[in-house]
């Protein structure tokens, strides 16, 4: 990953015709990029490049990767990862076929495989978002099966003197055995058969010449025992096939279900699942298969409903269109209405065994647009689904990508990071809202980065905001991402997330959006305002409201609206009064958020840092201890209080505070609302700087201000003055030294020399 710092203002201010230079100076000046009385400085603080407080954000976020024991080799396997799913590609002699997860949802059911298309004027329908379109459940032993026993991770194929070598990699596998693979193999021949034998029976009009069939313990090839091998540490299943196919290309087809080794079947799917038995069989016989591999284009969403006509538009949504409820939320339709069909044809890899000999490098990942990509965690937390908490615990994990056209590994890219709702997913956006990528993402020349949050209702609490930094850390590390231009939003509970993340790590980003939520606590709508929106003095806000809303109705967001209010914070709510808490999805229209959030960059230096301690949000397991902003670190409750804040103010910018104005006003775009809100204007003068800071702290028994970061010169004597309601340890630090002072409960002052 670049860290970018010294910003090329032709190539950031190409949001391709949306602002013009006034506007781009109003943006500049909402986003306190210009600050008053920069001329009466004391001393210019540290660049970004060389910070002397600690990074921004949690240690996991700046990790280099980490690799997942599935994604090991072992002699004779020797290729990288592709590590996008519905790829392939060629490397290391080998052939790789990398499979989506927590996809094993196997055959679509029910009468309905299409989802319902909601009147142009209702989005009441949207409360059926975020669902699979399989119906297959796994048997009721989740100590076994996990409820994801079945789910194909990754294929592999070389070839080894004259024999073919397979690899079958799970993304869970307690034991050998239960489940297995069947590989249906083409050859080209002219005595092919539609039957695979052990209980699949025919899955389309195929010409299979061979079917491997591996369980770990044991596999045959057409019917015959072969070698195998199980790696129950990597979950990989490796087959070795008398089979030469020299220089050909072999089609080759591959399903994966649970299976019984003492009769050499599939197990078959009941309409209820038992300890043994998956279930799911409501209104058709499906094939026993929880998951199908060679899916190379899966889709994201419904094609657009033309409103007047009826007809399907196959393009995305345009910028004025509005769309239907879209499927693939969980990457499984193509593969759920091809199982009901029985017609699995269209799912194939034609492995060119020439390429393989030869070692040719090919791997055939998209350079841009919408991608959904695999990581894995640093973290152990089990394996499988753990059903009763809405957890995907396993070490390889997803999250979906926008890569923009316009993309340059030379040149660091802004990223949006762009949370999803309660029970969705990564692909929330390119299914319902893809105009949300085009608009947020393509047209400001910015990457759109959307973690699955480890399921789909996690509240980005504890794994689920694990997930969100981990993610993060990938796309740092194999991205150029411009850190200084790094800018947050989400919907509904990815709103929720937006005030949570933003207020406890308000360092990392330079503008918040949050659509159809608001600030409160995650087990309630009600009780107070969180304490964490103390932490937006220096982010600006953009809420999106519906005055109709009933899930996030009035009081709630309009309670979060009034603390911003109440602490002067820069902010605005845009309340549409006849939209209901689906429609700014459904009308899929962003561009006054785009224009907010614009090419604004992370102020690294506020003169004033308020911030709340809320331990209780902590997940020290996963090092996600929320400790400090920007220039303060460190930062303890004390022992007797539940939470504390700190407000430090560095008086060595010469800045006065800013002026706060409310206004009220009407807006018109995308569809007429009203707007409220808070904006700072420039105090009439300016104090002379002073190498000083104030610190009003409550609760807090320790702190560190990292005072070069603040503009303060270690190098003369530093006024420090305190108002504190607990005895409280102030360390001041630089990179090499380190100098403490301790107060009393109340206010005092103190002249210090480091």
Do not use: C
């Not at 967001?557 to 605005?572: D, M, N, P, S």
């Not at 962003?590 to 209780?616: C, E, I, Q």
């Amino acid at each position: 990953m670049t860290d970018h710092n010294d910003h090329d203002k032709s190539s950031q201010s190409n949001i391709r015709g949306t602002l013009s230079r006034r506007r781009l100076l109003q943006t500049a000046v909402a986003g306190g990029l210009l600050g008053v009385g920069v001329s009466g400085r004391l001393t210019e603080p540290a660049a970004a490049s060389s910070r002397t407080s600690p990074k921004q954000g949690p240690d996991v976020l700046y990790e280099p990767p980490a690799t997942a024991p599935q994604f090991e080799n072992s002699s004779p396997w020797r290729a990288e990862p592709l590590l996008v799913a519905g790829t392939e590609g060629y490397s290391e002699g080998e052939y790789q076929y990398q499979d989506y997860i927590y996809d094993d949802y196997g055959a679509n059911t029910t009468e309905t495989a299409e989802p319902p298309q909601p009147a142009p004027n209702d989005a009441s329908a949207y409360g059926e978002n975020g669902v699979m379109t399989g119906d297959v459940v796994y048997p009721t032993d989740a100590e076994t099966y996990r409820h994801n026993a079945a789910d194909l991770l990754e294929f592999r194929a070389t070839t080894k003197g004259d024999s073919l070598r397979y690899r079958v990699t799970l993304n869970t596998m307690t034991q050998s055995g239960i489940a297995a693979a069947a590989i249906g193999i083409d050859t080209g021949g002219t005595t092919g058969t539609d039957e695979w034998g052990y209980g699949l029976g025919t899955l389309g009009d195929l010409s299979l010449n061979h079917v491997v069939v591996t369980w770990g313990d044991g596999a045959e090839l057409d019917g015959e025992p072969v070698d195998s091998q199980v790696d129950l540490a990597r979950n990989q299943i490796d087959v070795t096939v008398p089979l030469t196919p020299d220089e050909e290309t072999w089609r080759h087809y591959l399903v994966v279900g649970l299976f019984d080794p003492d009769k050499k079947l599939f197990v078959p799917i009941q309409e209820l699942p038992d300890e043994t038995h998956p279930g799911g069989a409501h209104e058709s016989s499906p094939p026993p298969v929880f998951n199908v591999g060679f899916r190379f284009d899966e889709p994201v969403g419904a094609p657009n409903i033309d409103r007047e006509t009826g007809e399907e538009q196959l393009d995305d949504a345009t910028e004025t269109g509005s769309r239907g409820i879209g499927y693939g939320h969980w990457r499984d339709h193509a593969q759920a209405t091809a199982l009901a069909a029985r017609d699995i044809s269209e799912f194939h890899a034609d492995i060119d065994f020439a390429k393989v000999k030869t070692n040719v490098e090919e791997r055939r990942l998209p350079e841009t647009g919408f991608q959904t990509r695999l990581y894995s965690s640093h973290y152990d937390i089990g394996s499988g689904v753990d059903a009763e908490n809405d957890i995907l615990r396993g070490r390889v994990q997803q999250y979906g990508l926008y890569v923009p056209e316009s993309y340059d590994s030379e040149t660091p890219t802004a990223m949006h990071l762009h949370l999803h709702s309660l029970g969705s997913t990564y692909s929330e956006y390119p299914t319902l809202s893809p105009n949300l990528l085009r608009q947020l993402g393509e047209q400001r020349d910015s990457f759109i980065l959307t973690p699955h949050g480890r399921g789909p209702a996690g509240w980005y609490l504890n794994e689920a905001e694990l997930d969100v930094f981990e993610a993060w850390g990938d796309v740092r590390s194999r991205y150029a991402i411009n850190s200084d231009q790094v800018t947050l939003g989400g919907y509904s509970m990815g709103a929720f997330g937006t005030f949570r993340l933003g207020g406890q790590y308000p360092g990392l980003f330079a503008r918040a959006f949050a659509v159809s939520g608001g600030a409160f606590e995650a087990e309630s709508y009600e009780g107070s305002t969180p304490k964490y929106l103390d932490g937006f003095r220096n982010l600006p806000l953009r809420m999106w409201n519906g005055g109709a809303d009933k899930l996030v109705p009035a009081p709630v967001y309009t309670a979060t609206a009034e603390r911003l209010r109440e602490l002067g914070y820069r902010h605005e709510l845009d309340v549409f009064p006849e939209y209901d808490h689906f429609t700014f999805a459904f009308r899929d229209e962003w561009g006054p958020a785009r224009d907010f959030l614009g090419n604004a960059t992370v102020p690294m230096h506020p003169p004033r840092v308020v911030y709340s301690l809320v331990p209780k949000y902590d997940a020290e397991q996963f090092g996600l201890v929320h400790d400090g902003a920007y220039w303060v670190s460190d930062a303890t409750v004390a022992a007797d209080a539940e939470s504390g804040r700190v407000d430090a103010r560095s008086r060595a910018f010469g800045e006065a505070p800013p002026v706060e104005a409310d206004y009220e006003r009407e807006g018109t775009e995308p569809t007429p609302h009203v707007k409220r809100g808070t904006t700072w204007k420039d105090p009439i003068s300016n104090p002379p700087a002073e190498n000083a800071l104030d610190l009003t702290l409550d609760s807090v028994s320790e702190l560190t201000v990292w005072v070069e970061d603040a503009g303060i010169d270690p190098s003369q004597a530093i006024r420090v003055a305190v108002d504190s309601s607990h005895p409280v340890e102030v360390t001041l630090a630089t990179a090499n030294e380190r100098t403490v002072i301790s107060f009393e409960a109340g206010e005092s002052e103190r002249e210090v020399t480091m």
